[in-house]
């Protein structure tokens, strides 16, 4: 379901902070993770692919080595979802590990 | 090492038959690859990705639900060299099991 207009400014608040861009266009959040090498870029990767196969909510996403950008959005309600949230806060959780 | 113009001839023909397209402007080749769903996408990058470490050569890919872009060049070289069909071959073969 969209996220409200109410729920987008307590909610996106932090992930902005976190260092999420919101796309306005696309209504979509996107942020780029940074890693020592490849290994560890795609380690990352697979964490978030296992999580995603999990709610059923797939990133877009590009690697070049040890750069992963992220992007997040709901082609169902064709904007931000709680899943979108949901991701971006196990992304930034997983990277921090 | 740059692919010479002799070998360019003979061993690009075969991949550009296989669906690989040859960027000239930046000297790459990229394919689209689809699949029927998000694990088995990820299942080939995973196998793409642990031949990439072991060549120590990484590829510069975007994934998108069931469709992995692939693009191979060297950047040392500043274009293809014998790795990027190498790992094109790999991609290729690890696509059709």
Redesign the interface.
């Known amino acids: 379901m969209l996220l409200s207009v109410a729920d987008r400014s307590t909610i996106l608040a932090p992930l902005i902070s976190a260092g999420w861009t919101h796309i306005k266009a696309s209504d979509a959040i996107t942020k780029t993770f940074l890693f020592p090498d490849?290994?560890q870029a795609?380690g990352f990767?697979?964490k978030v692919?296992i999580k995603?196969?999990t709610l059923n909510h797939?990133?877009?996403?590009?690697?070049?080595?040890s750069k992963v950008e992220i992007t997040w959005t709901t082609h169902d309600c064709k904007g931000l979802s709680g899943l979108d949230v949901q991701m971006a806060e196990f992304c930034d959780k997983a990277y921090s590990k």
């Open positions: 490849f290994i795609f990767m697979t692919a995603s196969e797939h990133p877009e996403w590009k690697n070049i080595y």
